[in-house]
């Protein structure tokens, strides 16, 4: 289930782009996201939403998922969709009945679309299949602070636990007929499975807390493969911060 | 109550992850080695337990159970909800990751808020009543504007409730909730702070996300009213979710204080960051004040003269006006030059200005009624033929569109259409469904009852 | 404060333990004993006997015990810096899921000597070392734990425990996740180690097959000691405990099989 959201563990199944060190693969992401976020031109946008299909191609997140985020992410536009256009104001496109569409407000509800898919397309394409542990050792690296990653660290590495417990929980209670109804009766017994599940990550968390002790455990983070900056990385970031800055530079100069 | 990628302008980005990351950082501040791994499972515990959907009548939600965060953890739920909602728009899609901190900022300071609260509260031993009803009577009033705001403003019908009107409204379907809980139910302490605690977050978290559409840079400017109608409708919609919430939190609370009471009691708030939540949390708006735009429109010999400033005190290098009829159909748009901008109208109509000079900073505006007269005196002295014009124009007697043009934001016209009619019916069935729904919980009451004894004779 | 002279570095030495838990719950009271060097003991009791909180206090976890507690002539002082102590004393825990929090199999038994300063070269030396010795195939190095069955985690994590060759091993219910082919190599695995060991267990043929001694435990006290064939016969004892004879010492005569 969390290979397929994108929470990957281990090194198995690499593709090309996770060649790249991830930490100037994170400075690539933020250039684009900080991008698709400043830019308001179409045209801009559209520059640099082609830009980051590109190494989207290379590390295959594959069209299915690509295609599916992009569904959830209609889904969440989904209500700008039908108000922007009901009350921008503007040039008329289409009336039924009461309801008058907006020029202005179909324009606003696609740049909204073709940003927030820039931005969804540049995360998945720089993402590949990297085990999280090399991200969470490349933010190490770019000077985030070391509490909040191994915050996260613990988050990732219990989550997946936390959820098979959940489940089994959920389908003993089931087996007892518990079935989730919308009264009070429902309701507390999807809050004790809640409840519980909390209770048991407490206690987990406590001997998760005495087993780091014993093992001496002092902060730091390590990893093991070899990571070298090298030539490929050189040129990766390059082209993408230039691709970027070349976009900005043609959009400021022609308009 | 996610804001997702695209609608806020990136000013507004960066101001949100700016406040973020100083909120996180103060979070972070006094936690130990020990603190990390407990915080990390619990936060993979609370992602978890947002996934669990509650029914609904005819639908199920998502709960945000931000306020649990807040009350567990006290001021790592900084970093914790932070943690949270970067995996959940990663990995599930839900949210922005551009706004990343805005929406942070939505859900944790009402979490931590609520969490100061709940502790406060009990430790003071105060009945939690009072602040039961209060709560409940903010969400219900609130939501009753904003609902028929909603529907005016989408032009479903044709009045909206005044404030004292909602306050009545509101209140009193607050008030039979009330009784109902207090006369029907048997409640503790830790029920009625919880559901405080847990309705409060949800009903913070809905209101800054209404202001922050309301007033952040936008995008896009000429959303600004598309964005704000669907915060409207985005708090209506959240009334029964802030109720379950309430209720799931009460019975969360109740249940892990009566097996693991630490888990309550972890970290302890601390008030500076109180203020500190409250003073970045109003950095927001200010920042968007500093560039607000001032802008007008007055007669000057028949020409209509637009002119445009920013609260600095200087003039706006570059922008435009687009002029809108009573129908909203566009009649003319330019360039400001210089802040001002002139237009030669050939009729008297009851224009509406949109101004907008990027980066989503804008203002839109009607032409005042007595700057109208002056255009119509204007016009008539400058030749019976274009008044006749104007008074036989398709879209209406001048007078009459003006009224209907004024009447959309003033008080409503005399007499009730069909459609205030039936929202007024509706409304009044709610009341009538609220009474039905005190008789039925009652015997669900005898219900719960009956299982509790049951219980009690098994264990 | 190592003291050479006085005893072996790899024994164990407690004298009149008591803690009580924060919530005014005595988990010990007064628990005497010893264990040589090299000796594998094992501890054994009901539940709520304090097998769980003694080995907490021979970690230095649980700060504000009365009495003394000595590993090797290290006096363990929880207040203290534990950075020695960490190098002698090694835990396996009762849930593998506890202890493997590394992401893959092979980081998470290097996560040890890393942590005690070792270079990368030779944590990752060390750590294939105790794989091997664990019985842990080569193909698992890169798996993530939680895609590891309950045996094969009960072997990285006794792996990652070993890779900082402690003097010291405690391990807490190791048999509760292995089948009766995993238990069999365990046992094989923990009578080839030199190591002193304490193993507590309900698991009591376990205990037998791998312990010559052993101490029972009841009520936060120790309440017998010694051979272990002895101690595991005594009916009344073990009865009185909470425990029973391991099937292994009752005397083979029809009666046992129908009383």
């Not at chain 1, 324009?107 to 990297?130: C, D, E, P, Y």
Request: with cysteine; aromatic share 8%.
């Amino acid at each position: 289930m969390h290979d397929h959201i994108g929470l990957h563990h281990g090194p198995e199944h690499e593709v090309a782009i996770d060649r790249i060190d991830p930490r100037f693969r994170i400075v690539s992401i933020f250039i684009w996201v900080g991008t698709a976020a400043w830019l308001n031109n179409f045209y801009a946008l559209s520059a640099a939403l082609l830009c980051c299909i590109l190494p989207a191609a290379f590390s295959g997140p594959g069209l299915k998922r690509v295609l599916e985020r992009t569904g959830y992410l209609t889904l969440a536009v989904m209500p700008a969709w039908l108000l922007l256009p009901l009350m921008g104001g503007g040039i008329e496109v289409a009336a039924a009945g009461p309801f008058k569409l907006h020029a202005s407000g179909l324009l606003a509800a696609s740049l909204l679309q073709l940003k927030a898919s820039t931005i969804l397309i540049a995360v998945l394409g720089h993402q590949g299949r990297t085990p999280w542990n090399r991200w969470v050792w490349a933010a190490h690296k770019l000077l985030v602070p070391a509490r909040l990653l191994a915050l996260l660290t613990f988050t990732l590495r219990y989550l997946p636990l936390l959820s098979e417990e959940s489940k089994r929980t959920y389908t003993a209670a089931v087996a007892r007929g518990f079935h989730a109804r919308a009264n009070l009766k429902g309701y507390r017994g999807l809050a004790a499975l809640a409840g519980a599940g909390l209770v048991r990550s407490y206690y987990r968390s406590e001997r998760v807390g005495r087993a780091l002790s014993a093992r001496g455990y002092q902060g730091r983070f390590f990893l093991l493969r070899d990571t070298r900056a090298g030539a490929a990385e050189a040129f990766f970031l390059l082209s993408s911060g230039g691709a970027a800055v070349a976009i900005i530079v043609l959009i400021y100069w022609i308009i | 109550m996610h804001i997702s990628d695209g609608i806020l302008a990136g000013s507004a980005c960066v101001a949100g992850y700016v406040a973020a990351g100083g909120l996180v950082a103060a979070g972070l501040r006094g936690a130990s080695q020990a603190d990390s791994a407990r915080t990390g499972i619990l936060t993979a515990a609370f992602f978890l337990a947002g996934l669990v959907r509650f029914p609904l009548p005819g639908t199920s939600v998502h709960l945000l159970l931000a306020s649990l965060n807040g009350i567990a953890l006290g001021s790592l739920c900084f970093p914790s909800i932070f943690l949270a909602l970067l995996l959940q728009a990663l990995l599930l899609g839900h949210g922005g990751i551009s706004t990343l901190g805005v929406n942070m900022l939505i859900m944790s300071v009402p979490a931590y808020l609520s969490g100061v609260i709940f502790h406060k509260g009990l430790k003071r031993g105060v009945s939690g009543w009072p602040f039961f009803f209060m709560t409940l009577t903010g969400v219900l009033v609130l939501g009753a504007r904003l609902l028929t705001v909603a529907l005016f403003e989408a032009g479903l019908v044709n009045f909206k409730l005044s404030w004292p009107s909602a306050a009545v409204w509101g209140g009193a379907m607050a008030g039979i909730i009330f009784l109902v809980f207090r006369f029907g139910k048997k409640a503790d302490s830790v029920h009625i702070w919880g559901f405080s605690a847990g309705a409060l977050s949800v009903f913070f978290s809905a209101v800054l996300f209404y202001l922050v559409l309301s007033f952040a840079p936008l995008a896009a400017h000429a959303a600004r009213e598309g964005f704000v109608e669907l915060a409207r409708f985005a708090f209506v919609f959240h009334v029964p979710v802030i109720l379950v919430e309430g209720i799931v939190v009460a019975l969360l609370v109740r249940y892990l204080d009566t097996v693991t009471p630490e888990l309550l009691r972890l970290q302890k708030p601390a008030v500076a960051l109180v203020v500190m939540a409250f003073s970045l949390l109003l950095l927001m708006p200010f920042s968007v004040k500093a560039h607000a735009v001032g802008a007008d429109a007055y007669v000057e010999e028949g020409q209509i003269i637009v002119e445009v400033w920013t609260d600095g005190g200087d003039v706006p290098s570059s922008g435009r006006v687009i002029v809108l009829g009573p129908e909203g159909e566009e009649v003319a748009r330019g360039e400001i030059k210089a802040g001002k901008w002139t237009f030669r109208p050939d009729s008297a109509k009851s224009f509406r200005f949109i101004v907008d000079i990027g980066h989503g900073h804008g203002k839109t505006f009607s032409l005042h009624p007595d700057e109208l007269h002056k255009l119509n005196k204007a016009l008539a002295s400058q030749g019976p033929a274009k008044q006749e014009e104007a008074r036989t124009s398709p879209a209406g007697n001048d007078m009459a569109s003006q009224e209907r043009g004024a009447a959309k934001h003033e008080s409503p016209r005399p007499g009730p259409s069909s459609a205030e009619t039936l929202t007024r019916a509706l409304l009044g069935l709610l009341v009538i469904g609220m009474v039905c729904a005190f008789l039925m919980l009652r015997n669900l009451r005898r219900e719960v009852d009956e299982l509790k004894k049951r219980l009690d004779k098994d264990a | 404060m190592i003291d050479p002279t006085e005893m072996p570095a790899s024994s164990v030495k407690v004298s009149s333990l008591s803690y009580t838990y924060p919530g005014a719950v005595s988990a010990l009271s007064g628990v005497d004993f010893q264990v040589d060097a090299g000796v594998r003991k094992g501890l054994i009791g009901p539940n709520g006997a304090g097998k769980s909180t003694l080995f907490l206090c021979l970690l230095g976890l649980l700060p504000g015990f009365s009495g003394t507690v000595r590993v090797g002539g290290l006096q363990v002082r929880p207040e203290e810096d534990l950075t020695e102590l960490r190098r002698r004393v090694g835990m396996v825990f009762q849930d593998p899921d506890d202890q493997l929090f590394n992401a893959t199999v092979l980081e998470d038994a290097a996560f040890g000597p890393l942590n005690l300063g070792l270079s990368k070269e030779e944590s990752l030396e060390r750590a294939r070392r105790s794989l091997e010795m664990t019985g842990v195939d080569a193909d698992l190095f890169d798996r993530p734990p939680h895609r590891l069955s309950g045996g094969q985690k009960r072997r990285v994590a006794i792996a990652g425990v070993l890779a900082m060759e402690p003097s010291l091993i405690l391990l807490d219910e190791p048999t509760s996740d292995l089948d009766p082919r995993g238990r069999r190599e365990l046992a094989e695995i923990l009578k080839s180690l030199p190591t002193t060991m304490i193993i507590a267990s309900h698991d009591l043929e376990f205990v037998l097959q791998t312990a010559p001694e052993v101490i029972v435990m009841d009520h936060g006290k120790t309440v017998a000691g010694g051979a272990a064939k002895e101690v595991m016969s005594d009916r009344k004892l073990m009865e009185e405990h909470g425990l029973e004879v391991p099937h292994s010492l009752t005397s083979h005569v029809f009666s046992h099989h129908f009383s």
